[in-house]
């Protein structure tokens, strides 16, 4: 038997010697025991439940082959909410979380005149976060979302019903389903992958995340060109589309909204970090 102290304290060291980090392990630690910090703290010099020891035991000698967090627990939070992760989607990230923010910051300015419904595409939605988080924080949103992966749309829709939100799925090839259903939109929002095709990954993310999320082609630019060409025949004439992207992207960014869609107003926003992460485009601005 150990206490929760001693037990914590191996494992940090068992990550900080694999270079794994550390903080994973008080992490896994709090979702397993199903505590938050301060009762842990409280609890710090108390015996581990032997199947509480095991299971936390199994889940470090998974961090330690570099597996997510996610993947070992099930699930990864996101704007306050708990979705279902696996191999087969994107595990959310903090700086999507800003995405949603901005988006929801830019709905109440653009269309604060507007008492309508407010129709929400989101493409290439993985898990469901970004729909499932627009639909629960604005009930306006009428929200379809789209991905070419079947997998994934199974994961995003038992997510959708587990928090009890109202986000339509359909399987499809980015716009390629708006475009069948003839449908305008408000407000598209999108976290392609934009990763270039040679760039290294940490391991955790190479051998564990689905690459067909991951890479945008040669120059990580490919999806956002497939949506710029076809984005008129989506958006209502008075609209706006967010991007999640890479922080070095900026200026090839800017560039590919000038070549596809010269009347627009094209912004990038930068994230908590001080990085250019965020790409808005908007039509009907004169």
């Not at 830019?106 to 898990?127: L, M, N």
């Amino acid at each position: 038997m150990t206490t929760y102290r001693a037990c914590l304290r191996a494992a940090e060291a068992e990550l900080e010697q694999a270079q794994c980090g550390e903080q994973a392990a008080l992490m896994l630690m709090l979702e397993l025991s199903e505590m938050e910090a301060h009762n842990l703290y409280m609890e710090y010099e108390e015996e581990m439940p032997d199947s509480l020891y095991q299971r936390f035991q199994e889940g470090i000698g998974r961090l330690k082959q570099n597996e997510p967090l996610g993947h070992i627990i099930g699930h990864e939070w996101f704007y306050g909410y708990q979705f279902k992760v696996s191999g087969d989607v994107l595990i959310p990230r903090p700086e999507t979380e800003e995405l949603v923010a901005n988006v929801l910051a830019e709905y109440d300015t653009y269309f604060a005149d507007q008492s309508d419904e407010i129709f929400v595409a989101d493409v290439g939605t993985g898990s469901g976060a970004i729909a499932i988080a627009l639909q629960k924080e604005e009930p306006r949103f009428h929200v379809l979302a789209t991905d070419i992966s079947k997998e994934a749309v199974d994961v995003a829709y038992d997510n959708a019903m587990r928090l009890e939100a109202n986000v339509q799925f359909v399987i499809g090839d980015m716009l390629e389903p708006l475009i069948e259903r003839n449908m305008k939109f408000d407000i598209l929002v999108s976290n392609p992958p934009y990763i270039p095709q040679d760039e290294v990954l940490e391991e955790s993310v190479k051998d564990y995340e689905p690459h067909l999320a991951l890479f945008g082609g040669e120059d990580g630019l490919k999806f956002y060109r497939e949506i710029f060409a076809k984005a008129k025949e989506v958006m209502k004439e008075r609209s706006f589309m967010a991007f999640e992207m890479g922080w070095n992207q900026k200026e090839a960014m800017l560039a590919l909204v000038k070549e596809y869609l010269p009347d627009a107003k094209a912004e990038v926003l930068k994230d908590m970090s001080g990085k250019d992460r965020m790409l808005f485009v908007y039509f009907g601005i004169k």
